[in-house]
């Protein structure tokens, strides 16, 4: 039991008591959870989108492949990053 700074245990009647998050839940609720998995599959498969026009990009040739390129490249590298940082606790 953690009390609020100034308040005392002498059983007053506006002393409020904040309970700390236990270590198992690590203050997430069930529904942050599910969104968390959500947002980190949507995230993969964004990943895996990027990286096939990346290699469809690759084999069609021409000027704009090298911008396109870059695009879906930065596209790939952030939503791997966001799909860690959601899928891992």
Known sequence: ???AEGDDDLGSSH???VTAPSP????ETTFEEVLD??????FLITAIFA???MTWTRQQGGAETTVVTAFYSLIL???VLRA??????
């Open 1 to 3: 039991r953690i009390l």
């Open 15 to 17: 002393s409020s008591e």
């Open 24 to 27: 198992e839940t690590d203050g």
């Open 37 to 42: 998995v959500v947002m980190g599959i949507a």
């Open 51 to 53: 990286a096939k026009r």
């Open 77 to 79: 590298v952030t939503s």
């Open 84 to 89: 860690v940082w959601f899928l891992i606790p």
